[in-house]
């Protein structure tokens, strides 16, 4: 996970949790976040270059006593990918400190909305398909205290690090392709017409998009004139996520496959092909 520096000390928060050495001193702080929502409720669609960045807005109920600078300590929510907390495989944050406003204050907590964006790029933190699915939410608090003082030929930085479980999940899916093309053009009425096409899916092990076989596509046609596509018939990806059907030539109009995707892969729709009937 790459996210915003306790200092200049931190480049990621399972590099921290496995360099950390908490003072005795430093406490779990009382936090609690809560009411959080991870790209507006929607599934996080990636592909394979391109950096994706997810809003996420959320609770957080700290001790009025506690100061978070975003430099010496920090908070903000992050996604992760595992069996729980301790068992994670792969994980999110955010690389600079969230926006919050403060909305309730009592003599010992303060409540505050806070705002922070994800930026997501496969090729650094995507590294196969199992990262496609659902992840948990999570929490967490960070700390550092630093003795820059040589003076007696001695430095020190101690890390302190926290995590908590917080309600929600979020849908990470892999960006696909689609393609068509009907031919021949122009046609003749009533002749058949083949439309081609392929589906295929952002691979993160390769970095590049891979034939996605096996899946229903809708083909759809709309008449010249018209404002919206019908499905003519549902056709099944074959290997390589290659599409080939034949329909009759009835008018002119525009042809195009629909892909409705999975709970590991987004939605795609084709280019329409605009063929002219004789």
């Not at 229903?216 to 056709?235: E, H, M, N, R, S």
């Amino acid at each position: 996970m790459r996210k915003f520096a306790i200092g200049a000390a931190v480049s990621g928060a399972l590099a921290l949790s496995a360099l950390a050495v908490p003072s005795a001193s430093a406490a779990t702080p009382d936090l609690t976040f809560s009411n959080a929502v991870v790209n507006n409720g929607k599934a996080i669609v990636v592909g394979t270059t391109s950096t994706v960045k997810v809003p996420v807005t959320y609770t957080l109920v700290r001790p009025a006593d506690l100061v978070i600078d975003g430099v010496t300590s920090t908070a903000g929510i992050l996604l992760y990918r595992g069996q729980s907390l301790s068992k994670q495989q792969n994980e999110l944050g955010p690389d600079d400190a969230p926006s919050c406003t403060t909305t309730a204050t009592t003599a010992t907590t303060v409540t505050q909305s806070c705002t922070e964006v994800i930026a997501i790029e496969p090729r650094l933190y995507f590294y196969d398909a199992a990262d496609a699915g659902t992840w948990k939410v999570a929490g967490f608090y960070g700390r550092t205290t630093t003795d820059n003082d040589d003076s007696d030929n001695h430095i020190s930085t101690e890390f302190g690090y926290d995590m908590w479980g917080v309600p929600g999940t979020a849908q990470v899916k892999r960006a696909a392709k689609l393609t068509t093309n009907a031919t021949p053009e122009p046609v003749t009425k009533g002749k058949t017409l083949t439309v081609k096409g392929a589906l295929t899916r952002a691979n993160w092990e390769t970095s590049k998009y891979s034939g996605y076989q096996g899946q229903p596509v809708a083909l759809q046609f709309k008449a010249k004139g018209a404002t919206a596509y019908k499905t003519v018939k549902t056709v099944t990806s074959g290997t390589a996520g290659a599409l080939t059907t034949t329909v009759k030539a009835s008018a002119d109009g525009s042809y195009r496959y629909k892909f409705a995707g999975t709970s590991t892969t987004g939605t795609a729709t084709a280019t329409g092909d605009y063929v002219d009937v004789k």
